[in-house]
């Protein structure tokens, strides 16, 4: 027998397991890996649209303005309903991002049955100055809810586990556990699916991140309007909604303006269609304002596509290094153009760095990752 918190579970009965979310890569790949686990039972939380039997809808989508207002009056009601009613039937809940809905929740029901977190970065880290009060409270009820209410809290990388301590005043270690919990899709280490050879006379370079100012997609542009290579140069990027927002249509604009080959594909790709754009690009660029770390950039090392990387962005330096990614300051632009161009003339170093992120990515396939998964929740679940 499996021993719980309030007793023994049966050995012939699943582990029931209530994955609160909201629907992404990340979350939907939690699921589907855990749900293939034949000891396990699943109830995932935080769909807009049901898809599956064992998904439950906790936000409706609204139309009108006034349809909208009742919703999101309604929303705190109906999450705290369900992790009171979902407690007795789970046997551990696994909070995947923790949004206001779910951290008001933690807060008033007194839950009886383990909690892991799994932070994302955006959840726990409170930079909005222009929220200053707003931002003090929930800080507040974030912290008082990681130390009362989670039992475990799963991060990847020793950066973001060592900054989490330290913002919420951590100081039970025992709470904290490093995991490779966020899986490399089996896409990506299939390079023998995708032939395609990478062209001698033309270069791709591909930016998957979302097409929003954040993501500093028009400095990208000017970095490129310097190289000495720019006629040879094709620069990518994903419109994933195909919404064409004055961002998208301020880099069309500007691409044309300085004569920089661009092409957006508005649409979501799947990961097969990502692969075979990494695997015939050069370079796969991530200079956001900041960052925990994109899944894109080990994708893409996978597949050859050398990291360019903001510099500033102190996580990205956990897995990534001189010798594997090319780190630039991308507010300066001539500066950031020169240490480009000396990549692309250098074919061999190109191939070096290809070689050593294979051996460092090898780690995070989806059996693997189901392996740590699992491991986690029997460290909860058995405490």
């Known amino acids: 027998m499996i021993m719980v918190r309030g007793g023994a579970m049966p050995e012939n009965r699943k582990i029931r397991i209530c994955m609160w ?40 989508n609204a139309e009108s303005p006034i349809e909208k207002i009742f919703e999101i009056l309604k929303r705190p009601f109906r999450v705290i309903l369900l992790f009171s009613k979902l407690d007795k039937w789970c046997d551990v809940h696994i909070v995947h991002y923790m ?25 726990w880290r409170y930079g909005n100055k222009n929220r200053g009060r707003i931002n003090y409270i929930r800080k507040l009820i974030f912290k008082y809810v990681v130390h009362k209410k989670i039992d475990l809290v799963v991060l990847e990388f020793h950066f973001n586990l060592r900054r989490f301590a330290e913002i919420l005043e951590l100081r039970d270690i025992e709470k904290l556990s490093l995991y490779t919990i966020f899986p490399v899709r089996n896409s990506f280490y299939k390079p023998t699916d995708y032939p395609i050879k990478k062209s001698s006379s033309c270069f791709l370079i591909f930016s998957p991140r979302a097409l929003r100012p954040f993501y500093n997609h028009d400095i990208l542009i000017d970095i490129i309007s310097m190289s000495k290579f720019r006629n040879s140069i094709v620069l990518l990027f994903i419109n994933s909604f195909g919404h064409n927002n004055k961002y998208v249509e301020n880099i069309a604009s500007k691409a044309k303006n300085l004569n920089i080959k661009v092409s957006i594909i508005n649409r979501f790709l799947s990961a097969d269609e990502m692969a075979r754009l990494f695997s015939i690009s050069e370079f796969n660029v991530n200079i956001p304002v900041d960052d925990q770390f994109g899944m894109s950039i080990m994708e893409g090392a996978l597949l050859c596509s050398i990291p360019i990387l903001n510099k500033h962005v102190k996580s990205y330096r956990e897995l990534m290094g001189q010798k594997n990614a090319i780190f630039i300051d991308p507010y300066s632009i001539e500066e950031a153009s020169k240490l480009i161009d000396s990549i692309l003339a250098n074919r061999k170093l190109h191939k070096k760095m290809c070689r050593i992120n294979r051996k460092i990515f090898r780690n995070r396939k989806e059996s693997n990752v189901v392996e740590n998964l699992t491991e986690v929740i029997f460290k909860v679940i058995e405490r």
């Open 21 to 60: 979310g909201t629907k992404g890569p990340f979350f939907d790949n939690h699921i589907r890996l855990l749900e293939s686990i034949e000891s396990i039972t699943i109830l995932s939380i935080g769909s807009w649209h049901r898809t599956k039997s064992y998904d439950i809808i906790a936000f409706n």
């Open 99 to 123: 949004n206001l809905w779910y951290l008001l929740s933690l807060f008033v029901v007194p839950l009886k049955k383990p909690v892991i977190y799994i932070p994302y970065g955006t959840d």
